[in-house]
């Protein structure tokens, strides 16, 4: 079966700058990838999703790259804030009726002022 | 637009009793249903999902189970809970292939 692995598990960033988040999926049919956004006892909240058949999609400061031959995707946060402070959920699934989402471990994403 | 419910929010409960978290989904029809439960600081893992009424498939063999009496409504059972039970369970809805998975607000289960 499908196996995400998130990286880091960690990440501190000053205010402005930049943040990357990097996951591998093992299963070369997967094509759907979404990341969501959780904060402290909150829900999942999607915050943005690539399919397959592209390899860039941006929203905002938000953007997500994916490399089918390597299988990794990468979440981009720019011009941070501190309202991104959160954890970050990447996960992938096929495209098949039910999506059968696969997450990564996550990663706590701490803005500092 | 859609609405998903669940009930309830928090729940202690002690170690062998059963379990019964209900989920609803407002403003759609046919909606395939997701449970998954999260750990304590922990990413999401599926337990079941339905793409119709009485259609359940379970992800992860354990002493849960699921059922989906109507359309919209979704119930995570359990006969006897363990202390490996205790966590955030969360339900998700989506419609057809391809689309956007939303989350309920979780219900928090402490088993002692």
């Known amino acids: 079966g499908e196996n995400v692995e998130q990286h880091p598990s960690t990440l501190s960033v000053q205010e402005g700058d930049s943040a990357v988040i990097k996951c591998t999926y093992s299963d070369s049919a997967s094509n759907y990838f979404p990341w969501y956004k959780q904060e402290l006892g909150k829900r999942p909240q999607l915050i943005i999703d690539?399919?397959?058949?592209?390899g860039e999609k941006k929203d905002q400061r938000i953007a997500v790259t994916l490399n089918k031959t390597a299988k990794h995707f990468s979440l981009h946060i720019t011009e941070t804030q501190p309202e991104d402070s959160a954890v970050y959920f990447c996960a992938a699934s096929r495209i098949q009726g039910a999506q059968k989402l696969v997450f990564g471990q996550g990663t706590r994403l701490t803005i500092n002022p | 637009s859609q609405t998903i419910h669940q009930w309830p929010a928090t729940l202690v409960q002690p170690v062998g009793s059963p379990l019964s978290l209900e989920c609803t989904v407002e403003g759609t029809s046919n909606p395939n249903l997701y449970w998954y439960r999260q750990a304590a600081g922990r990413g999401l893992q599926l337990l079941f999902y339905?793409?119709?009424?009485?259609?359940i498939s379970s992800e992860v063999p354990q002493n849960l189970s699921a059922s989906r009496p109507q359309d919209r409504q979704f119930i995570l059972s359990s006969k006897k809970l363990l202390l490996s039970d205790s966590g955030f369970y969360l339900c998700a809805w989506s419609l057809g292939n391809g689309e956007t998975q939303y989350f309920g607000p979780g219900t928090r289960l402490l088993v002692l």
């Open positions: 339905s793409v119709g009424i009485g259609q």
């Open positions: 690539i399919r397959s058949n592209v």
